[in-house]
Nanobody
């Protein structure tokens, strides 16, 4: 069982920045996939950014150039640096990890961008 705990969400004005953190209960270097998704009411959860199984990073087109995913293996934490935030980035952001073939989700953290 893997526990993922997100933090760092909040309310910011458009153009501002936030950094989300996802702390894992298991060594993140052992994860085959780890990243961030987001969801707004009435819509499907969508991928934002992730480390793939090959170790590369992958971003949704809507966040390229604005968001950066990073990791600190020593702290078992993955981060999402979000810059130049837009009102359409408002969502609940979830951390996801694939460990030994099982997928785990965090509880989510709310990000709200005011115009």
């Amino acid at each position: 069982q893997v526990q993922l705990v997100e933090s760092g969400g909040g309310l910011v004005q458009a153009g501002g920045s936030l950094r989300l953190s996802c702390a894992a209960s298991t060594a993140i270097f052992s994860m085959s996939y780890m990243g961030w998704y987001r969801q707004t009411p009435g819509k499907q959860r969508e991928r934002v950014a992730a480390f793939t199984s090959s170790g590369s990073t992958d971003y949704a087109d809507s966040v390229k150039g604005r968001f950066t995913i990073s990791r600190d293996n020593a702290k078992n934490t993955v981060y999402l640096q979000m810059n130049s935030l837009k009102p359409e980035d408002t969502a609940v952001y979830y951390c996801i990890a694939n460990f030994l073939g099982s997928v785990y989700w965090g509880q989510g953290t709310q990000v709200t961008i005011s115009s």
